[in-house]
């Protein structure tokens, strides 16, 4: 009868020690969470170094795309009107 009453008492705890531990953890998990966003890994550096790349890749191939561009209208010109100075 005893067992009986004192698994009685502890079924209802079993709530509170879950709600405990989520309250005693709640730092912990603030405190990794924080760390996590202050700090970089090695692949997110990777991927950060790549998509900068990728980025100057595309910066210098938009101005070497304008520059011949600007070649041929140059060049277009001259053809029209001869070279500058004759």
């Keep these: ?35 996590d966003k202050m700090t970089t890994s090695q692949s997110e550096a990777d991927r950060n170094r790549g998509r900068r790349e990728r980025k100057d890749e595309e910066r210098e191939r938009k101005q070497a795309k304008k520059d011949a561009k600007r070649q041929r209208a140059l ?7 001869g070279e500058p100075g004759q």
């Design 1 to 35: 009868m005893k067992r009986l009453l004192v698994l009685a008492l502890l079924l209802p705890l079993g709530g509170c020690v879950s709600t405990a531990s989520h309250i005693v953890m709640a730092p912990v998990h603030a405190a990794s969470w924080t760390v």
């Design 75 to 81: 060049e277009r010109q001259q053809e029209r009107y």
